[in-house]
């Protein structure tokens, strides 16, 4: 499911000129500072903040884990948002449709639009953020492999790109 989320990010990157343009801009900088090698380390990638944010928009529009991650409700039951709940009652939530509501994300939900992250505002940033972990779970039932999943992505996209930038300046020379 990452190379899913890989790929429609990109694919929302490049037919977004306005997108594209920014990341290759960041990009071209950071290769001329020379504070990139080929491949691209994790930590260099993360020093991208436009990059990290398409990153985590791929990520918020188009979810590793789609399917809707269900709990059952331990002994002795739950409350959960002052609801009581019995125990042995399953739970639901569903990660794609929680990372579309404009309420956290603000504007259109369904948009690619990587500046939201890029806020300076802490309180919205943070509840973003919080809402966005939701997508590999939490708890006992946290994906593993949450971290080598987001480096993936952001090294992927930055090859991708850094190679289409070298190909279109090596026919603009």
């Not at 009581?84 to 504007?107: D, H, R």
């Amino acid at each position: 499911m990452t190379s899913n989320s890989a790929q429609l990010t990109l694919w929302c990157i490049i037919t977004n000129p306005q997108v594209y343009n920014t990341l290759c801009a960041e990009i071209r900088r950071a290769v001329a500072r020379g504070d990139i090698s080929y491949p691209v380390r994790d930590c260099e990638a993360k020093q991208c903040m436009y990059l990290q944010a398409c990153v985590l928009e791929g990520l918020r529009r188009f979810p590793p884990l789609r399917e809707l991650r269900e709990y059952v409700v331990p002994a002795g039951g739950d409350v959960l948002g002052g609801f009581i709940l019995p125990e042995g009652t399953f739970v639901g939530l569903n990660t794609w449709g929680l990372q579309l509501y404009a309420g956290v994300y603000g504007g259109n939900g369904k948009a690619f639009r990587p500046e939201r992250w890029l806020t300076e505002d802490l309180e919205t940033l943070h509840d973003m953020y919080r809402k966005h972990s939701l997508l590999f779970c939490h708890g006992a039932t946290k994906c593993l492999g949450a971290p080598i999943v987001t480096m993936s992505i952001a090294k992927v996209i930055f090859e991708v790109s850094f190679h289409l930038v070298s190909f279109y300046a090596y026919f603009e020379a």
